[in-house]
């Protein structure tokens, strides 16, 4: 089989999320990339769908395409993130010939602890979140320090690691959850942090997220996704 030149992308959408429209951060960096061909987005597909479930159809994607795939580029939302570390570290076993460019988080919920959401799910009788993540990471243990063990590994190979955040991010919550993150991460990973601010516009050399005008009634965590593109 000849193998295409054309980078692929894979995208982790959140926890319940099915953001395939073209104002997303995944959109803007298809476009960059050049993937508009080899672009697989993971979704959540109906109920009952698990994060677990999630990443074994990504991880059947990349077994079918292993012959025809050289550069592989990952970008995940919110619990997606978990997925997309996960995934990223199954990659590295399963695919040590590839070569992996870039690896972008937007507001990851590490969960190093149930946050608000969670409760509500389990006050709903459905499967939290937090308790997936546990699942996804094999249930041995917390999954925040399983998650930021991988993405330290994912972003040794990566050509180069982003993590998008905001602090007044109302739904992953900074205290003893996203700030544990930050504040773990190695320096020696090379990653980037970019720390997004509610009504402001912030920039980097080829990335622009721009919250400029606030929303109360949509939390920033589920504006990220929109406000960033890349150039």
Not at 21 to 32: I, N, P, Q
Not at 138 to 163: C, E, H, K, Q, Y
Not at 171 to 188: F, H, K, R
């Amino acid at each position: 089989m000849v193998r295409t030149s054309c980078p692929a992308l894979v995208v982790f959408d959140g926890y319940r999320g099915l953001h395939d429209g073209d104002r997303t951060a995944a959109a803007s960096l298809k476009a960059l990339l050049g993937c508009e061909d080899s672009t697989y987005w993971n979704n959540w597909s109906e109920r009952g769908d698990s994060l677990k479930r999630r990443f074994d159809r990504a991880s059947a994607w990349l077994e079918v395409r292993l012959g025809n795939i050289t550069d592989v580029n990952v970008i995940g939302l919110s619990m997606g993130c978990q997925l997309a570390v996960r995934f990223v570290h199954h990659a590295l076993i399963k695919a040590p010939s590839i070569e992996f460019g870039q690896l972008v988080l937007v507001a990851p919920d590490p969960k190093y602890r149930p946050v608000g959401r969670d409760a509500e799910e389990i006050k709903a009788g459905t499967s939290s979140a937090f308790e997936e993540a546990v699942a996804l990471w094999g249930g041995r243990g917390l999954a925040g320090p399983r998650f930021v063990s991988g993405l330290a590994d994912a972003a040794n190979r990566m050509a180069r690691t982003r993590i998008v955040y905001c602090r007044s991010d109302g739904v992953a919550e900074w205290s003893a959850n996203v700030e544990l993150m930050v504040d773990e991460l190695p320096a020696t990973t090379g990653i980037e942090l970019i720390e997004a601010i509610d009504g402001e516009v912030i920039s980097t050399a080829d990335m622009t997220v721009d919250l400029g005008v606030a929303n109360p009634e949509l939390d920033v965590h589920d504006r990220l996704w929109e406000s960033i593109s890349f150039v």
